[in-house]
């Protein structure tokens, strides 16, 4: 078998997923988690009196936190094949990222496993994520001058 054929077989046996309906899946469901997050952030500033930046900052650990539990229970797997990007662009598919690398990697101890495969996934995202905001910034600063 050649690769054309092997292409054409390949092609045939991989499922098509449909763009308009992830597209809108991801629409709805991220809306509703912005709206969860609104939600969360009220409750804490009226329970607890905090001010809205502290409020952010404990709804932030609370999806965080969510998000690795999700994983180490074998759960958020699940919900990203639903929800789609909806649920693994915000900081939970980061969350998500490092502890299923981690557990993933367990087996080989603390140093050798956890500690240097932790963010094989997440450190590309933090490498461009500061080049890009450093280009942002120098933009915004040379724009400004």
């Not at 045939?12 to 992830?22: G, S």
């Not at 709804?59 to 797997?77: E, Y």
């Not at 933090?126 to 600063?141: Q, W």
Request: glycine letters at 8%; charged letters at 15%.
């Amino acid at each position: 078998m050649d690769k054309e054929q092997y292409s054409k077989l390949v092609k045939k046996h991989t499922p098509k997923e449909d763009r308009f309906l992830n597209a809108v899946k991801a629409f709805v469901f991220g809306g509703l988690l912005g709206v969860l997050a609104e939600a969360i952030m009220e409750l804490i500033r009226n329970v607890f009196d905090l001010p809205i930046l502290d409020a952010t900052v404990w709804m932030m650990i609370i999806f965080i936190f969510s998000a690795c539990l999700l994983t180490a229970l074998g759960v958020f797997d699940k919900l990203t094949n639903f929800l789609k990007a909806a649920i693994i662009i915000p900081i939970t598919g980061f969350a998500h990222s490092v502890t299923s690398a981690a557990l993933d990697y367990k087996q080989d101890g603390l140093i050798q496993g956890i500690g240097s495969n932790c963010f094989k996934l997440a450190g590309s995202v933090l490498l461009y994520g500061i080049i890009g905001a450093f280009i942002l910034v120098l933009v915004g600063v040379l724009i400004n001058v």
